[in-house]
């Protein structure tokens, strides 16, 4: 047990790099869009959260690209992606982009 625990200490990826601080403090991203799905639709802001999108998506790519792999980053950002995008649905609802078309289907 204290040997596995030492190898995770000293490996790469452990507490004593980047690798492992980074995705922890990203997780700040994750949690705040989870609070913020109780707040009204009208409140997001479709830029920032076009942004977060973005970004999210290109450092999923980082984390799995970088060597070593660096599976806490991606899971971090696969979390991010997955709440900023019921994010900007919401958001696109409330400002009728998403309700538009459904209702030039239906008249046609």
């Known amino acids: 047990m204290a040997s596995s625990f030492r190898a995770f200490l000293n490996s790469p990826v452990g507490p004593k790099?980047?690798?492992?601080?980074?995705?922890?403090?990203?997780?700040?991203?994750?949690?705040?869009?989870?609070?913020?799905?109780?707040?009204?639709?009208?409140?997001?802001?479709?830029?920032?959260?076009?942004?977060?999108?973005i970004y999210s998506a290109l450092f999923m790519r980082f984390a799995w690209m970088v060597q070593p792999r660096n599976h806490l980053l991606l899971a971090c950002h696969v979390s991010n992606e997955t709440v900023q995008l019921y994010q900007l649905s919401r958001w696109a609802r409330a400002q009728g982009y998403l309700s538009e078309k459904k209702e030039e289907a239906s008249s046609q």
Do not use: Q, R, Y
């Open 17 to 53: 790099t980047t690798h492992f601080w980074g995705p922890v403090a990203n997780w700040g991203f994750v949690l705040a869009g989870l609070v913020d799905m109780k707040k009204p639709p009208e409140m997001i802001s479709g830029n920032m959260t076009t942004a977060m999108c």
